[in-house]
T-cell receptor, first 124, second 106 residues
Framework: EVYLVESGGGLVQPGGSLRLSCAASGFTFRREWMSWVRQAPGRGLEWVADIEDNGRQKYYVDSVKGRFTISRDNAKNSLFLQMNSLRAEDTAVYYCARDSHYDRTGKGYYFDFGGQGTVVTVSS | DIQMTQSPSSLSASVGDRVTITCRASQSIRSYLNWYQQKPGRAPKVLIYGASNLLGGVPSRFSGSGYGTDFTFTISSLQTEDFATYFC?????????FGRGTKLEI
């Protein structure tokens, strides 16, 4: 079973920074693509970023490009999200998730959310 | 980016009812469509992947179908524990995108 424990959220002023962490267990972390997905209050889900198993390829939603950086430490089974220049619209619960691939095309995957998320509030 | 239009946004039903939620993609996503259940204060949980494949351990009253742009998610006989919010999500092209959700209420 996938266990993911997110941490690092909090209250930050607009323009500030936060670094989110995700501790993974229950699966072979170094072999899996990982993502961050967020959910604004009372809103739907938005994929934020993902990272290849070896950390080389990284992709971002347009709204965070240039501000957020995803990274990982496979030796410590950990995923990170460095968030800079935060805006009010970044306020959300942030979840880390495993990209669970079910076919070989690279297109067939779903998100395994194993944790409770961490709350980020951007407000003055 | 592919837009996912989910309907209805909310639905009132009773235990034992059959309910259907639809999800329409702005362009073909073949069968790369997943369905999630989310309860208040909890992370989403995948129920169906690849449009129609039930994840192991998920009750058989849940089912999904569709291909291309139009998909349906059905609960054949609602149970108390099924009252939650349901989301569709495509993984075929570009950034993965979600529908806005359907809140299933008693």
């Amino acid at each position: 079973e996938v266990y993911l424990v997110e941490s690092g959220g909090g209250l930050v002023q607009p323009g500030g920074s936060l670094r989110l962490s995700c501790a993974a267990s229950g699966f072979t972390f170094r072999r899996e693509w990982m993502s961050w997905v967020r959910q604004a209050p009372g809103r739907g889900l938005e994929w934020v970023a993902d990272i290849e198993d070896n950390g080389r390829q990284k992709y971002y939603v347009d709204s965070v490009k240039g501000r957020f950086t995803i990274s990982r430490d496979n030796a410590k089974n950990s995923l990170f999200l460095q968030m800079n220049s935060l805006r009010a619209e970044d306020t959300a619960v942030y979840y880390c998730a495993r990209d669970s691939h079910y076919d070989r095309t690279g297109k067939g995957y779903y998100f395994d959310f194993g944790g409770q998320g961490t709350v980020v509030t951007v407000s003055s | 980016d592919i837009q996912m239009t989910q309907s209805p946004s909310s639905l009132s039903a009773s235990v034992g009812d059959r309910v259907t939620i639809t999800c329409r993609a702005s362009q073909s996503i073949r069968s790369y469509l997943n369905w999630y259940q989310q309860k208040p204060g909890r992370a989403p949980k995948v129920l169906i992947y690849g449009a129609s494949n039930l994840l192991g351990g998920v009750p058989s009253r849940f089912s999904g179908s569709g291909y291309g742009t139009d998909f349906t998610f059905t609960i054949s006989s609602l149970q108390t524990e099924d009252f939650a919010t349901y989301f569709c999500q495509q993984s075929y092209i570009g950034p993965p995108t979600f529908g806005r959700g359907t809140k299933l209420e008693i």
